[in-house]
């Protein structure tokens, strides 16, 4: 696919992620800890090991990975409600901290784990679109992160995560496919996907949502190959972000 | 694609659909009322008009359409707990309710529609899997009713319906594309896609999950064509139940 | 008591019970499960073995019989809230669903029972007045399916069921009693009581609420012959769809 | 009815009342405000007038009665659980709230209240059996003074209370009909009634359960009988108290 | 500090407490029971035995103390919600109680105790300002009476209350120190702090917050003066209370 | 008072506050936005500016302002459950969230704001021990942050912000007073307070909690100068933070 000329209100071309930061180690309590930044989203990506699991697979000699996401009430343009304070999370948040979840249990061995769970959680600073897949971007690197500190204590002898998994929107902006949507063409767009993919190029969750207009077969197609592409460079950067951290 | 000759555990060959059944006037309150049964899957799909909108549309001369979806607590194998009894409603339905109503909201005009809701609720009487499909499915035509019901009562001139929308799964069992899954084959599939079209082949939503093993591009394909295939034979099912309803 | 002549919206006469129907197996996951029809009132009664006690009984030796109750929003005139979306049950809700249970467990022995509940669930499809009565004398059946299940499966060797237990509503309407209230009846009734009776005879429950104005002993007495003569006719429905019920 | 000489826990007679006592003016706030005391059982029943009524009810001209009911953790023998840090009333509190509700409005003239509610809350500060009974007997006396406190300020010209309302459990020990049970008769009993009357003898409510066997129809007579005599003796305690209180 | 002679609303001098009122034995199930009075403000104080203790204290030989709070909705000038009916405790609630419950656990020996919890219910029947600190009044002394039957039941040797605790409210008004403050004047107060402390004069509690403007040293030292005079006269009162209680 | 030498686990003197680090314009939303590192204690206090007022001061032509609170699940050194998982805040939660914002009114002139909302959101990245008297330290400039955003816009001609306000915990730690306690001291002091004062030296709130055992009137002394001079500090570095963002 040949880089778009249109002009983006980021200046991007059509085929450019965001600038992406990594920063490890950021908080010390977790067993990983990851701040991600995707450009102008921010999110806080903790892993911690629970030595217990949940009762469904108690005695069962595996572990579990599992998520849980949050906004900040500011991370937004406008200020949203406390999630804890009006007593419940939003249906939207329920469904993202599942997708977290399924997302990084589709490259976990469970058995390899232990009887243990890996808790993720993703919470967002600031927000400019993109908050879910930084949010898996990240959380891979968090859980990896833990897993080396289980590693380095004897916990574990080898690593149970079978490969990188990360994740990108891609979306219909103006009838052109577009890679890495920000808050502002999320909320333009005719039609946004997001695509959650292994490094060896599986895909784990295809999640495609019409919002103006339905989009058709050659659209889905040209999106896909966006996100595929964009995966990649996501891999690359975890690949390097563990890497530096040593 | 031809037909497969491989064993379902219905009998049925890969590219078939479960046997369905749309009654429509299930209940006599409701404005549309359809009682659809794919298979074993029942669901009691109700459209209520509500002569209001919800707040953030008041005033704006528009419409809404909403979904709730629920399961009575023995519609499944093993007794479920009853969501209103527990104090809330579960992530996954919060997930299947918001997904019908952007899939109901897709083939809507909500100016035609004036400043009313059309109130969708889909409760599952009888599950064998798939019921989130034929919750679409059902609440298209009770949708469809309702707008009669108006347009009968002169409250409406045109139809604000500019299309149909219709759900089905697919999946992959055994390396294989298979049609509309029932609850065996969605327990033992590597995953499985959720996918929502209208009638002129356009796709509303896109949903696959990997359960077991990622997929490539190669089966995303086999299941997509699967399902627009599936998907053109239920929205001619909907067109007859229509007919009939008179 | 002679058959009165005054008209009543549905053409009965005073002393005349709405058209019963009762269709057994409706759901095929559940133990039992029966679809009664009182004239416009439908109610789903399922009834689920679950092999566990409540903690007050446990080790007891005994059995425990309950119940649930719930109207989908749209079983009703106008759309009511969904109980499940707004977070609780009414005290309405709870006020019937103790009822079902107390009146079930009025006939069974809970020592035959075994260590095991009987989980009545009681879902009104169609709502037309009466919803709780027809919820009674249906989960009557569908609870003595369920005993037939688990003796067909060899768990149990006698019926814990010790008699029959039905439930009719009564009302003084325009100062004459009247048996079997509808919605519109018992909307402008002065009084209206639900009685729960035994197959022998015996009250389990009488509950009477001056609605407009209070009852004297007189009307009271009258009230209470007539549910006794409609009770009567509901144990030989429930008697005959088990004998029809194979 | 003779008096039984059957001995009883309390020493009362069959047919005789528990010691009663009524202090009017227990607490400065309420614009009524009395502790009953029924033997053991001690209620706190306050009224407070509230200048507005349900949504329900705006601008129809007429007010509004109705009811809230707690029990202190430890009022009972062992301490129950707080429903305040539970998060939710008990079905039995609700039940029992929405009955003294009807009780009371069962004798208000809501035209003649003008549009204002009365709220009473009734709160159990010890209980020893029949706290719904001596809740609605002294949450009329609360009302009532209300009145007197609202025709005192000139606003309200009549009185709007029509009638009084009392309220006493009967029950079936031992196969002989009893008065006023206290808790150990309550749980002992083989059925029980609470009954809800008029000064002028009508039945607002009579709600009767089969605890351990069921009732005939000799027994629920004999048991109305009682009633019927003891909810004499209340009322004429109630007006005493009245005058009393000047 | 000599007697002030300003005046305030109920006649008080300012370093004058409210006519103190404790009756010991109010109800008759708890195992210590408690009405106190402090003027106008009534708070019944029922200790309850358990026999159990916190999950975290489990198998650790030690018991617990703990507090909750209530008030009545009408305690107050103008009725409150009740927290059991909006299904949940205030943020005021839950600090109270926690206050009381730190209170008390600072004056007991956890190991002498064994392995039960103490719980103190303080239900407000009357609110007149300074309920909190009543309270914890109150609660030691129906504490010390608990104890009291636990060590007639032989269930404890000695008693495990180290010393007496008791609180009150001191405030400036109108920029003077000011003892035990009621309503009106905690309503219109600079500052008031609230201070818990025991017989032999440690604190347990210091509480202060600046209302309209802060305070200085100066003044925080004045009120800290003031307080502990006070707290001397609410402990002789509550050893004599326990004497006349036998 | 003289710089004490007993070591703590930082290393620090009894006197020393930890390393602060105050970085503005965290994130970009907030109109104010402060991340404060007090040691290992980094909190993220965003200030938002609401265009209405709480319904009891609509219409009076003053503003309000007030805090919510809350802890990453993974600031702690084991994982917190997530309040808006469990469905409600604690009680630590709201007190600790009703302090910053009582803190934060204290220096407002609420008729110079005018009629909106300052809402300061004070949420802990990492926890090590006084998270609430970081709050409130940051929260004020986050305040003061938010205040330059209006009169920028023009929306306010005067500050009303009439002083600084800063926090600080103080506390008993083998008998020594010791200043800005991290976790580990805080966990095992006898007693802690933590002290709120304005830039003049006035106090807006002193809160003393035994934990161990009682404190005297001397420690008290002790305390709150030691906790003076702390707070000296941190207004230093109030202003030299708001000074730098310029």
Known sequence: MSTSTISRPSGRTTTQLRPLSIETGYTRHAEGSVLIKAGDTHVLCNASVLEKVPPFLKGKGQGWVTAEYGMLPRSTHTRSD?????GKQSGRTQEIQRLIGRSLRAVFDMQALGERTLQLDCDVLQADGGTRCASITGAWIAAALAV???????LLKASPIKDHVAAVSVGM???????????????????????????SGGFVEVQGTAEGQTFDRGALDQLLDLAHAGIGELIAAQREALARAG
Chains 1, 2, 3, 4, 5, 6 share one sequence.
């Open 148 to 154: 080396r500190t289980l590693t380095g204590q004897g």
């Open 173 to 199: 902006v103006d009838g052109r496919p577009v890679l890495d949507l920000d808050y502002i063409e999320d909320s333009g767009c005719d039609s946004d996907m997001n695509i959650v993919m292994t490094g």
């Open 82 to 86: 406390r999630e804890a304070a009006r």
